[in-house]
């Protein structure tokens, strides 16, 4: 559907001679870069990530060295040293609502007071409003097909109503900071209704925000029709919220907020970029794909608690003959953990309830046998010895389809949650670090005289 004039397309005749023009001129030896030294992607020769900067944030946990080699272990991930476990064992044994506490810890960095956390509450809940006219002004009158864009630019858009927007210091981030973390989820709804309204044709509600929620009720109350949730539906996105709160500062959309506070720019410009690398496909988006993947082989077994059956589809995957031919199984497989995601052990745990009282149990057995299956069968097509498990976005997205959340969201939701953790690495990386991140990029290119016009060739 158009909405606005479209950008106008280049021809084929143009589009051919600048690609042309480009190729013939562009070429990188990649193979170059390991006898120059040339960490590719930042990441050393054993798949490590390079030491890029310090952090007391939170670490990620997923093997050990000794003598130089990598030692294969289960999985943890620390929020200011604290594990990931811990909170979830909490959440789950207190009947808790974490999301709230796991955004003061990694903001501050340790746990709050009850004074406190009641206070920091209350303060949330007073800021999920947007500005007066901001929905009207900043969303419904520039929608977007894309979610993640029209989060971006609403964020972006914040600055022009703060008074102190290009304001460093401590104080003022820590108030754009928690501002930015209540709004998101109330943007993501908000930009979510423009887009059903104007490119589904459906109806659009705006509900007003309601008193004493959680960051995970206010979502489903202003996201449902009928603003009605169950506790344990809002429990089990609490969870999904506080296992993606952060995960490190070597992550691309973590890295990236790095990098951009680094240079001393605002808040508002450093999160926006941050949402923006989140959106890629290869980092926030896997969910999605793996919720594809799942569909796919419901559709290609006929008893989806055959193991036999769902392991022949595994293979034309990985054989790259079916799927989207990429032989890649996602949900399976990380750069850091190498026995187990906790994150994904989380979820799993706690996902299998609703999925059997939700008529989802068909579609949860089979992403637990995706997890079993996998590694072995990896192990017989490509002859390596390498550990796989399971990662966070193997169950997150049957979790948001349980919920009834559309998939449009999943990504958008994991990027409710990451803020708090990019607000506490920017915090860090303005008020401690000061150094700006300017890494090295080798020339590969020859060195050429500069040519006349008139001695050009035609050709």
């Known amino acids: 559907m158009k909405i606005y004039s479209d950008v106008p397309d280049l021809t084929t005749d143009e589009l051919s001679m600048l690609c042309d023009a480009f190729r013939s001129q562009n070429h990188i030896d990649l193979e170059m870069c390991e006898k120059l030294g040339v960490k590719r992607g930042l990441r050393n020769s054993d798949g490590t990530g390079v030491l890029a900067g310090m952090t007391n944030v939170a670490d990620v946990v997923g093997y050990r060295k000794e003598d130089g080699k990598i030692i294969p272990c289960d999985g943890d991930l620390l929020y200011r040293g604290i594990s990931i476990k811990d909170i979830a064992k909490e959440a789950v044994e207190k009947d808790r609502f974490m999301f709230e506490e796991t955004v003061w810890l990694l903001l501050f960095g340790a746990l709050p007071t009850k004074e406190q956390l009641e206070r920091f509450e209350q303060i949330m809940e007073n800021h999920h409003d947007l500005p007066d006219g901001f929905a009207e002004t900043m969303i419904m009158a520039a929608p977007s097909p894309n979610i993640m864009n029209k989060m971006a630019r609403s964020v972006l858009a914040m600055y022009a109503y703060d008074n102190h927007a290009e304001d460093t210091s401590l104080e003022n981030i820590i108030t754009q900071s928690v501002n930015l973390i209540a709004q998101l989820p109330t943007m993501m709804v908000y930009a979510y ?13 705006f509900h007003y925000t309601q008193p004493n929620l959680s960051t995970a009720e206010h979502i489903l109350s202003t996201y449902r029709p009928d603003q009605k949730y169950t506790h344990e539906e809002a429990k089990l996105l609490d969870l999904c919220l506080c296992v993606h709160a952060d995960h490190g500062g070597g992550n691309c959309s973590t890295f990236t907020d790095r990098v951009m506070s680094s240079s001393g720019t605002d808040t508002y410009s450093a999160i926006a970029g941050a949402i923006c690398s989140l959106k890629g496909p290869k980092h926030g988006g896997a969910n999605m794909k793996v919720m594809a993947q799942l569909d796919y082989i419901m559709d290609r077994v006929e008893d989806p608690h055959d193991d036999d059956e769902i392991a022949e589809v595994l293979r034309s995957m990985i054989r790259k ?26 979820l799993k745990e706690n996902a299998e309830k609703l999925a059997r009282e939700k008529g989802f149990a068909d579609e949860y057995d089979v992403l637990c046998a995706v997890e079993r299956l996998t590694p072995e069968i990896f192990k017989e097509e490509k002859g390596t010895d390498k550990p796989m498990c399971a990662n ?8 948001y389809r349980m919920l009834g959340i559309a998939e449009e969201l999943y990504t958008p939701i994991f990027a409710i949650a990451r803020i708090a953790g990019w607000c506490a690495h920017r915090m860090e990386e303005v008020d401690i670090a000061g150094r700006i991140i300017r890494p090295a990029y080798k020339y590969a290119g020859e060195l050429h005289p500069y040519v006349s016009m008139e001695d050009r060739s035609k050709d």
């Open 392 to 399: 966070v976005d193997l169950y997150s997205g049957l979790i």
């Open 321 to 346: 003959e079916s799927f989207d031919k990429s032989g890649l199984i996602y949900g399976m497989g990380h750069a850091v953990y190498t026995l187990s995601d906790p994150r994904a052990v989380i």
């Open 193 to 205: 209704q423009a887009r059903r309204h104007v490119y589904e044709h459906k109806s659009m509600y």
